[in-house]
């Protein structure tokens, strides 16, 4: 290998100097998993010590019958393997193509930039490489992207999640797809029943422990250290960074963690029961649309898990989304995924022990509004009171409103609170007072264009300033001062990745997070350490997780 890319670069280097060569051939180094696939990925153009490998399977297609079972081994296959473009999304509806078109809109850019949701498959258990360490003496760290989208959508192609820059800088870059909605998350009885560990609805957290697997056994093969893994997510993917976290399965499959706007996991939990209710009532509708020939499934079957199995996965989509189900996005307490609520294992601080980045966006609800449209005065009352509870008066207080208008900012404030910046504040306490090292952010930088300022800092914002990914997201105006911040997060990201400590190299120092002063970095046009943010309102949210986990105070 470092023969082929020593001669690849002595003949660029004689065609510069003799201008008589055509364009060089590019290269298209080969690696041989430990799982015995050969791979063939691609030297990027303008850069071919960075070497990209696309679309590559980590575990068997999840269909047929393996639909609704833990990921299967990959058998190898025969030949040498083009690992040149992207495997098939997981089958989803175009959530996050909407939600960035969406933002193209408020900023006045063309939605048409947005590129269209790529083709779609239950065989969709992919992952995505860059590493620029192929032919490199010492391995790298690793780090591994889970992606956002509600659990619903999204997958490892989106452009801001390109790993180019980031392997630049030193580590090799990992995205995946897991299973989605209810393909990743259906609990049913039936479904309990055949599985060896009485567990049922965690398709997708065990699709994203595979591929962890995958990477403990391949991840040298690609220059990569398998002792130094970070797994870092934003939104829903946040959230799967923190349950698995929580998980016994995972451990020892990761070292280092980051969680972009992703602390609403430490939830109460859904117990496996009420999971299971939902799969029955999900398997009642398939039924009725059967009976009624609006779904093409067999109708004589022995039991329901048949039915669900035979159903085609579009009309299982549309059934779930006329049907109402709910709730076909998040985990359940199965135990053996999930032993217990998240929440109370980092109460308790039996989460793992590792280095950790925590943060969240200033003005998260800002894109979101589609989840909650057309907030009143009395809209928001009824929110906070069914939200807190006894704790409801409180709430008023910290989110007035007086007109419909100042309901709308209010809601935006509510819903970044108790979704995002408290959340996050939580996870870091749990983790100071479990011993672990953790650094806590605020991101606040707004988009330098005419409707930025509707937006602020927007949920998502950050994750293209964290790949150092600016330019994949054409959507979006940028400036000289966001190429700086995203220079430098990327910087924080990767050094954070290889040592778990994010400081080092004349950076702005980013202090550990201490829950006496709730020290913090802040990211906007410049990077400023600060302490407290949202104390009053994040107090009050550690009075409703006692409520909800069941604490005492």
Same mark, same amino acid.
């Given at each position: 290998m470092r023969s082929r890319l020593i001669a690849a670069a002595l003949l660029s280097a004689s065609c510069l100097i003799l201008a008589v060569c055509?364009?060089?051939?590019?290269?298209?180094?080969?690696?041989?998993?430990a799982d015995g696939e050969?791979?063939?990925?691609?030297?990027?153009?303008?850069?071919?010590?960075v070497t990209v490998?696309?679309?590559?399977?980590?575990?068997?297609?999840?269909?047929?019958d393996g639909r609704w079972r833990p990921p299967a081994p990959l058998s190898p296959r025969p030949g040498v393997q083009a690992a040149t473009s992207f495997g098939q999304a997981c089958i989803q509806r175009p959530g996050n193509t909407v939600f960035y078109r969406d933002i193209a809109e408020v900023l006045g850019t063309d939605p048409a930039l947005v590129p269209d949701l790529e083709p779609i498959s239950e065989d969709c258990l992919y992952l995505n490489l860059w590493t620029a360490n192929l032919a490199g003496d010492e391995l790298q760290p690793v780090l591994v992207w889970i992606h956002g989208g509600s659990n619903v959508a999204g997958s490892g192609a989106e452009p801001p999640y390109d790993?180019?820059?980031?392997?630049r800088r030193g580590a090799v870059v990992i995205n995946f797809n897991y299973r989605l909605g209810v393909f990743g998350f259906l609990a049913h009885p039936e479904l309990t029943a055949e599985s060896a560990h009485g567990s049922s609805g965690n398709y997708a957290l065990l699709d994203q422990i595979a591929l962890l697997e995958w990477v403990q056994r391949n991840a040298a093969n690609f220059g990569g250290d398998p002792d130094r893994v970070t797994i870092f997510g934003e939104s829903a993917g946040g959230t799967d960074v923190g349950y698995l976290m929580a998980s016994p399965l995972a451990r020892g499959l990761f070292h280092r963690a980051i969680i972009q706007s992703g602390g609403f996991s430490v939830g109460a939990g859904r117990p496996l029961k009420d999971a299971e209710a939902a799969g029955e009532r999900l398997a009642i509708a398939?039924?009725?649309?059967?009976?009624?020939?609006?779904?093409?499934?067999?109708t004589a079957v022995d039991g329901q898990l048949e039915l669900l199995r035979a159903v085609d996965a579009e009309e299982l989509l549309r059934i779930v989304e006329e049907a109402e189900i709910g709730r076909l996005n998040s985990p359940n307490v199965d135990g053996w995924v999930l032993e217990d609520a998240p929440g109370r294992i980092f109460e308790a601080g039996d989460q793992a022990d590792v280095e950790l980045i925590i943060g969240y966006n200033s003005n998260e609800w800002t894109t979101m509004r589609r989840y909650w449209p057309d907030v009143t005065v009395g809209g928001l009352e009824t929110?906070?009171?069914?939200s807190f509870g006894e704790l409801g008066d409180q709430a008023m207080e910290l989110y007035p409103a007086t007109t419909d208008a100042d309901a709308v900012a209010a809601a935006d404030a509510f819903m970044t609170d108790i979704y995002f910046a408290c959340p996050s504040r939580f996870i870091a306490d749990r983790m100071e007072r479990a011993g672990s090292t953790a650094y806590w952010y605020e991101f606040a930088r707004v988009v330098p264009a005419p409707g930025g300022e509707l937006l602020g800092a927007f949920h998502g914002a950050e994750v293209p300033y964290a790949f150092d990914s600016l330019a994949k997201e054409t959507w979006i105006p940028r400036n000289e001062v966001d190429e700086r911040l995203a220079d430098s997060m990327a910087d924080y990201w990767v050094r954070f990745a290889a040592t778990g400590d994010p400081n080092g190299s004349g950076a702005i120092t980013w202090p550990v997070y201490d829950p006496e002063t709730r020290a913090h970095l802040v990211f906007s046009d410049e990077i400023?350490?600060?302490?407290?943010?949202?104390? =009053?309102?994040?107090? $009050?949210?550690? %009075?409703? =997780?006692?409520?909800? $986990?069941?604490? %005492?105070?």
């Open positions: 055509g364009p060089a051939a590019p290269l298209e180094p080969e690696v041989k998993t050969r791979l063939r990925g691609t030297a990027l153009a303008g850069d071919p010590d490998f696309l679309g590559v399977p980590y575990a068997a297609p999840p269909v047929g790993g180019e820059n980031l392997a398939v039924g009725a649309a059967a009976t009624l020939g609006t779904a093409s499934t067999a929110a906070l009171r069914d400023e350490p600060a302490s407290g943010v949202r104390d =009053q309102q994040c107090a $009050l949210f550690d %009075e409703l =997780q006692k409520m909800r $986990l069941g604490m %005492e105070g």
